[in-house]
């Protein structure tokens, strides 16, 4: 870096050598002068032939010496030829892959070993680092470290379950090693390659500059691997059974053709069979239910046994909180909504409240609001109705809306709402419409893949109003294309909306043994969400949202063993990283032993697709042009060169630091000899 | 008269330094002083008796002599000689000089001199004679005057302009002398509190101007026992209160030089002041200043 009186560097520097020799030259002056009222009788007195600062005390002296000595050397050190006399040929830093695919074959440790090897075998003129790629890459070993400080760093470091960026690690590299000292700048990667991880953050700016990039290359483009991910749980009631569906996702990479799946629940094994995998398709989704007590927090896992290379991700774990009795507000003439929402019908499940038409104004100033709204929109024709079903929007909560009437004035309404009535269908008798397509991914028809709670392509439609809408999503398509069921996109709280009415005139649901769970897994999906999910991947931060109400100050997570971690909680928030390992996580509060919360800790299913590939592209767009770094190298280079020499002297630091002790001690010392004397 | 003995023993300067106010520390000097030169410090000095006249109706009972009326049957009225009736001039040097204090003195010579000025204040309102007051203010060009007067509240505003005062600045006193010779016009006695670290060329006139205009001039020089003696061993960096001035200077070398030079400042002034009349008391920090009230007195008693 050129010499510059612009250079903060500079200034600083100044300022740090000159302010604590001012301070002290301007006391020593202080304490050895006499404020007299008859200089005039002085005036021509001779001077004296010796110095009046005659060496008094040797201990003060020599501190201040060394203060002094310690200062300036501390500031010279870093441009005494002699100290860095040995010139640094290479820089070198490596990315160790940690994340949980690397685990194959044993990837990571053959990894860990080639590093911790090598790290022995680098020469004095060779600096070496090390970046950890893990969730957040973190620099274990930093190039100041010495090598047996570096070497146990490295093994100390053991395999997580995390999945890591590439790019995020390289990027950690590449800083590194713009502040290195090397002439040569290399970034060896030692990873298993995913392809997944190439192709994800591909465009990004080039961002590697002058760095020799080794990566090896995959040893097989496919490993064999079973993998459980996505486990789903739900609780459907079927008249007084309260079941829980649940469903995961088997993947199978390569040669498996067996494999024997074992679910738990509540410290009971659920299923325990083999499964041939031979004629099944690479992918499929397994499902199962089972009665559960709806009082008690479900926790469980699922394993698969087969032949695979990476056993990390043969289990998946999930959790699902008790049932909270929620309240819906019904707005409708339909009697089997009413029926359908009874006590009798959904007893400890929804409360349901029949909302008088005459009364709404009531029930608006009133600010009761349930849970979901249920109404059917020929009383929007109501501004009342209007004005409660956009305050449940607007609040957060959830609305079911079943267009059995459009006039003019509804007709406007739902515009807000983001739907237009295009008019009426009607089929004729006999030749209503089915339900063509369903998209059971979504939550409220995801129970329904599992025929045991009935078909839903049986139901029909006779009468509907054909609704554009620009900004929902159709869930449910009749045979003529149509959408009949959607959700709403455009408001706060969550807006479903059926083409029709509850009617035996217009559907035949209502008669269908699906209309109670569809009921209820609608009015479930509605309700406003717990903010706080309750599935994590490992080594994720996630901020716990409780009750307000809740009188705590800290938050404590367990596993089986005990305490694992503890976060304070501040109205009703508590920050708290995620373990590493996956498995069960109950969350209680101060020292009481309710618990308040179950996670779930899985890994990444990214991280179970072991797939790999080259760089390929990725690496060649993460690359600087060329004569982009042509033209910045003159200045820039030498100024990361000299900056990082000067921050990288941790002697330098340590000089300055003491220089400053010694002056300290020195002022404290003069100040006690002068009360003394 | 004078018992000197006592007063040493009865002056302790750590009580006057912990005294608050320069109230009570005018009262401790004063009544220290009048303890030890009568029983009764507030009788017989200041007033004298002088002769009878015939008791009339109206007249204050208390100043009826019972015994003559016990002897002879006669009311009579004793009549007091007021002492005097003079009008008195405190005048304070506030130049950065005074601000010294030496390492054996109880006292900066700035804070003697006020101690001095309100005991003596204090004194002569006790003796019913006005006080007043010439000092300079924050801009020296401008004084600050106090018209003598005899009532009990001139203490209490003499004391707050004293306590007001802050030593400051350079040479100062042949300004104060001049204000002082134009604001008193009539015959007055003056009180000069002073260090007098001047040239006494420069100050001479002023002195000359006030005794020409028949005013009577008392000296009060407060000296630190450091300008005294020079008792410096340690060479150290000198700078002038005043100026600012500095200077090394090896005292061993120095001191002899110094000392001849102070007694021929001192002879300087006493050959002034002796042409002029002029009483001059030397008060030093480091003793107590009955002997600068001791030597007021008497000097009083020798004016009248």
New interface residues.
Partial sequence: MPFSFFNPWFWLGALAIGAPIWLHLRRR?ET????????????D?????RS?MRLRDVLLFAARALALLLVVAGFAWPYLPAVNRVPIRESRVYVLDNTMSHQANDGFVKDRQRVLSEISAAGRDVQVAVVELAATPRVIVAFGDDRETARQRVEQTLPSHQRGSYLAAFRQANSLLANSLGEHKRLIFLGDNQENQWHENVNTPPFLRDVEVEIPKPEAQVLPNLSLSEPRVQRIFLGDKSLINFTVKLSRVGQPENANIILRANGQVIFNRAVELAKQPESMMLQAQWEADPMLWLKGDVTVEGADVLPADNKVFFSLPPVVEGKVALLAQSPYLRLALSRDIMRGQWDARILDPAKLTAETDAGKDADVLCLESNYLQSSEARKLLWRYLSNGRGVILFVNRVTPTINGYLRELGFESEGAVRTPAGNSEKFQFILFNHPVFHPFLSPDYGNLTDIRVSQYYRLRASEAMPLIFGERGEGLFFQGGKSAGKLFVAAFGMERDQTSWPVHQTFIPFLDLALQTARAEDPTPTTFEPGEMSIIQLPASLNAREVVLHDERGEIARARLEQGKAQLRLPDMPGLYTLTCDQNDRVEKVFSVNPSPKESQLTYADSGDALKLWRMNPAEVAKTKPSSARTQVRVAGVLQQRLWWWMVLGGLAMLLAEMTLAAAARRAA | MLDTKTLSERFEPKVLAALEGLDLKARYVMEGFLNGLHDSPFHGFSVEFSDYRNYQPGDDLRHLDWRLYARNDRLCIKRYMQETNVRFYVLCDTSASMNYRGATAWSSKFECAKILAAALTWFLLRQNDAAGMVSLGKESETPEYIRPSQRPSQFGLMLRHLEALRPAGGACLSQLLQHAARLVHRRSVILFLSDLLEPSEDVALGFKQLRFQGHEVMIFQVLDPDELEFPFTEAKIFEDLETGARRIVAPQMAREKYLSRFRAFMAEYENLFRQLEMPHCVVRTDSNPWEALARFLAERKRMH
């Avoid at chain 1, 007195?45 to 032939?49: F, I, K, Q, S």
């Fill in positions: 002056r050895n002068l006499l404020r007299f009222s008859a200089l005039r009788f002085l005036d007195n001779p001077e004296p032939r009046p």
